[in-house]
């Protein structure tokens, strides 16, 4: 348990630690305020140009040095899917959109993240690093990638991609009647490109 919460992020007042289901969690006594624990969700972009894929070189730690997939968190209220196309167009100079979920990593820790990476379809630009995230960007193939330094993680989403596009797996965006409300956005499995009408 992450104990490090000690005042109500609602009213002010000092927090307790309560057993509920079974889990102590802090909580306020005062309102119904409960810290269920800290949580960060990450997104990547796997963007091909015909037989290369996008790449960029990380400035800063953790993994400087090394290449990835772009990609960045999530702010509180953006949707996961604007993060991926915002981050990629930030870090790279790259307009995508994206077209499936076609990967998750989970990884439980003091701050408890969850990685979602799209396969997204590129739509305009030429590579030019941010220089402040990034310091060198590219589209590669898989022969070129075998001389770059090219973190683990990201080799196994290039192959994870490239047997979403063969097959056409993965969760697309899904605009769905009985779902009216904007803050939900729903995600299915489809064959193919995901459902019309997602605001290409």
């Not at 796997?46 to 790449?55: M, P, Q, Y």
């Not at 400035?59 to 997939?69: K, L």
């Amino acid at each position: 348990m992450n104990i490090a919460a000690n005042f109500c992020m609602s009213c002010g007042h000092a927090l307790v630690t309560k057993l509920m289901d079974g889990v102590p969690r802090r909580a306020c006594p005062v309102c119904e305020f409960v810290h269920w624990g800290n949580y960060s969700i990450g997104v990547g972009a796997l963007v091909f140009r015909e037989d290369r894929i996008l790449l960029v070189r990380r400035a800063q730690e953790p993994g400087r040095g090394m290449w990835t997939n772009p990609g960045g968190y999530t702010e509180q209220t953006e949707p996961i899917h604007v993060t991926v196309e915002r981050e990629v167009l930030e870090e790279t100079g790259i307009t995508a959109k994206v077209d499936r979920i076609i990967a998750l990593r989970d990884q439980p820790r003091q701050v408890h993240n969850l990685y979602v990476a799209f396969a997204l379809r590129y739509i305009a630009g030429e590579p030019r690093a941010d220089g402040v995230e990034v310091d060198d960007v590219g589209f590669f193939t898989a022969s070129e990638m075998q001389g770059m330094n090219v973190a683990g993680l990201t080799k196994w989403l290039v192959d994870v991609a490239k047997s979403s596009a063969v097959s056409g797996s993965g969760l697309g965006l899904d605009f769905s009647e009985y779902v009216t409300s904007e803050q939900n956005w729903l995600f299915r499995p489809h064959s193919g490109r995901a459902q019309a009408g997602q605001g290409d």
